[in-house]
């Protein structure tokens, strides 16, 4: 990584918008971004199969999964830890390796946690107001206001306790991050003009050639 490169993570609340933003924001920068690849990556990394890994995609534990997995991967060895540790281990030497590649993106999975020793991180947490979310999530998913209602809640469980479980901070909390953003007061467009402008700010900080 050079001296002036720089990862930016996004955490997010379920149908805030926080994947998109991502995506705006690094094509913008000129970044690359990392989401969903993690996961190709991390089953080419670990030997662990990539279904597995999307199962297991940010949950804190899945003990039907563990059993999926030692019937199809009995030879595999798990002695002393569980799979989800395993798999947390797959994901996080993924992301360290990611601090070496250059300006980036990283979306979810804990990465402003995994990176925290970074000196060139800038860590995000995107909110909206929760009908804005569930407004989404019911056009996205063609569905009732009250299936995603549903929807947002639970998978804002999902990611409160996938954090909450992997690390030592809290989900959400300003005090986990450099930068919170509601995507419901400024729009994804506002999102990512406030992201850009702290990214300049944070290099400036660093000593860095703007």
């Known amino acids: 990584m050079a001296a002036n490169d720089m990862i930016i993570t996004i955490g997010r609340q379920f149908g805030s918008g926080g994947h998109e933003i991502g995506r705006k ?6 970044y690359k971004i990392y989401d969903k690849e993690l996961l190709k990556m991390q089953a080419e990394h670990s030997g662990i199969a990539e279904k597995v ?3 297991y995609d940010e949950s804190p534990t899945n003990s039907l999964l563990y059993s999926i997995v030692m019937d199809v991967y009995p030879s595999m060895n798990y002695v002393g830890t569980s799979l989800n540790q395993q798999i947390f281990q797959a994901q996080f030497d993924t992301i360290r390796k990611l601090k070496d ?3 980036c993106v990283i979306i979810g999975r804990g990465a402003d946690y995994i990176l925290r020793d970074c000196p060139n991180l ?12 569930v407004a989404r999530v019911a056009e ?14 639970k998978s804002d469980k999902k990611r409160a306790s996938f954090y909450n479980f992997q690390t030592e ?4 909390q300003a ?7 509601d995507s419901s007061a400024v729009g994804y467009d506002g999102a990512v003009e406030i992201i850009k402008n702290f990214v300049q700010l944070r290099k400036k900080g ?4 703007v």
């Open 25 to 30: 924001l690094a094509a913008e920068l000129g």
């Open 53 to 55: 890994l999307e199962s």
């Open 101 to 103: 590649e250059g300006n």
């Open 122 to 133: 800038v860590s995000v947490f995107i909110t909206a107001s929760l009908d804005m979310r």
């Open 140 to 153: 996205y998913e063609k569905c009732s206001e009250a299936k995603a209602r549903d929807i947002v809640n």
């Open 169 to 172: 901070k809290k989900w959400g």
């Open 175 to 181: 005090s986990s991050y450099h930068l919170c953003i």
């Open 206 to 209: 660093l000593g860095h050639t």
